[in-house]
């Protein structure tokens, strides 16, 4: 795996995520605590889950924009209104080596609005015009740098002057 292995500081973060949603606060404050427990296993569980496919899957990466965060893994994304400071699982997945794209310094919606997107298996389309096109994540990238957003973990090959 990239990044930061797998540790418990990981695990951490992610029960104390877990335990704080409202509902299983919720849940123990009726006593229901080894239900609340559970559910906060699963949701462990699945996070954990979440973190390895941002490790694998070639296209995987992460954009905040003023519409939220959003960790797009292929066929799944895992959202939050919230921006990425708020939002521990996507934190977590960038602090282990995803791309990160910081959409919040980009004015020009319009344009931004008017990009492709990335593919989510990893494949592109032969003429990416027209509606549903998508590209690769790294030519993504270099649409989005161009107007303006900033982009950690990058997965670009680095150019040489």
């Known amino acids: 795996m990239k990044g930061i292995p797998m540790q418990t500081g990981v695990l951490r973060v992610l029960r104390a995520t877990a335990a704080s949603w409202w509902r299983h606060r919720e849940l123990r404050g009726t006593g229901q605590t080894a239900l ?3 559910l906060e ?3 462990v569980l699945r996070d954990l889950g979440y973190l ?5 899957l070639p296209n995987a990466h992460v954009i905040c924009g003023e519409g939220g965060t959003f960790l797009h893994l292929g066929w799944t994304t895992v959202s939050s209104f919230a ?3 708020r939002f521990p699982l ?3 997945a960038v602090a282990r080596g995803t791309p990160f794209i910081d959409l919040r310094p980009v004015t020009d919606v319009i344009a931004f609005a008017n990009l492709p997107r990335v593919a989510q298996d990893g494949s592109v389309d032969p003429d990416p015009c027209g ?6 994540l790294t030519t993504y990238i270099d649409m989005v740098v161009k107007l303006g957003a900033s982009i950690t973990n990058d997965p670009r090959p680095r150019r040489s002057i």
Do not use: C, N, T
């Open 36 to 38: 609340a427990q559970r």
């Open 41 to 43: 296993r699963q949701i």
């Open 52 to 56: 390895k496919q941002a490790a694998s």
């Open 83 to 85: 921006p990425i400071e």
């Open 90 to 92: 996507a934190a977590l």
């Open 131 to 136: 509606p549903g096109r998508s590209v690769s």
